[in-house]
């Protein structure tokens, strides 16, 4: 159950840069699911993600197709908002931070009364949709089934009654 931020970018910049920047992510780290708050003007990433095409007009590659789903923010304050999707797994100590990631540690660091808290908004996010891992018995069971389908036994006995009569 725990939880490896890896990699984060934060820039002020147009939605294309920003678009390009994620296809690159996406590129390198084979992301499992894509999300991005719908809200306001970012209403605009989904319609931006569709008319992009392959190869890249801003860097000539091929990219990865991304496609992204929206997330819906609860109402009420940010603020309440990223102690609820992080909190929990920050207290279990279950996240870890890679060292390089200055900015994204001083946004955690100075919430709730930083300047900024972008980074930490999409860590939160990320760790509210970060796929659960299995827990044993559920692997164990479809390990089980698995090989109880390897050694299926056959209704008819081909090997041996082949033929018709005795």
């Keep these: ?76 304050l940010k603020e309440d908002r990223l102690r609820d999707l992080a909190q929990h797994a920050f207290e279990e100590g279950r996240v870890y931070i890679a060292e390089k990631m200055t900015a994204l540690e001083r946004q955690i660091l100075d919430f709730p009364h930083g300047d900024l808290v972008d980074m930490f908004d999409a860590l939160a996010y990320a760790i509210s949709k970060a796929r659960k891992p299995r827990a044993e018995d559920e692997t164990e069971r479809r390990e089980k089934e698995k090989e109880k389908m390897r050694r299926h036994e056959p209704r008819c006995h081909l090997g041996y009654d082949v033929g018709g009569y005795s």
């Design 1 to 76: 159950g725990r939880i490896f931020v890896l990699s984060a970018w934060s820039k002020n910049c147009s939605f294309g840069q920003a678009i390009e920047q994620w296809h690159l992510m996406n590129d390198k780290w084979k992301c499992w699911r894509n999300w991005y708050e719908s809200v306001g003007a970012h209403k605009e990433v989904g319609e931006i993600l569709r008319d992009r095409t392959n190869p890249c007009k801003y860097c000539g590659k091929h990219h990865a197709v991304i496609r992204p789903q929206k997330i819906q923010p609860p109402p009420g």
